[in-house]
């Protein structure tokens, strides 16, 4: 487990909640993590509104992005759709 995902899930304990996650769907597919297999995310948002973004020529995507992060490994997983939870 990574450094990052490891101070996220301390953060979590902290606040006396590791999360398990839930399963989501994107365009009617069950969403599953391409690292692990594991099928519960967390769910949160991040801003494409960056210079960096503009430049590659995102500027048509609606400024936001749906992240899910494995409950299991802690990869992100980004989606310009909102998933749907399962
Ligand atoms: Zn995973």
Redesign the pocket.
């Known amino acids: 487990m990574g450094r990052f995902f490891r101070a996220v899930k301390a953060g979590f304990e902290a606040m006396g909640e590791v999360p398990k996650g839930d399963r989501f769907e994107v365009a009617e597919k069950a969403v599953s993590?391409p690292?692990?297999?594991?099928d519960h995310f967390v769910e949160g948002r991040a801003q494409l509104n960056t210079a960096g973004l503009t430049f590659m020529n995102l500027d048509w995507a609606n400024r936001s992005a749906a992240t899910l992060t494995?409950t299991?490994?802690?990869?992100i997983e980004w989606f310009l759709s909102d998933p749907k939870e399962a």
């Open positions: 993590c690292h692990c297999a594991h494995c299991s490994c802690g990869r």
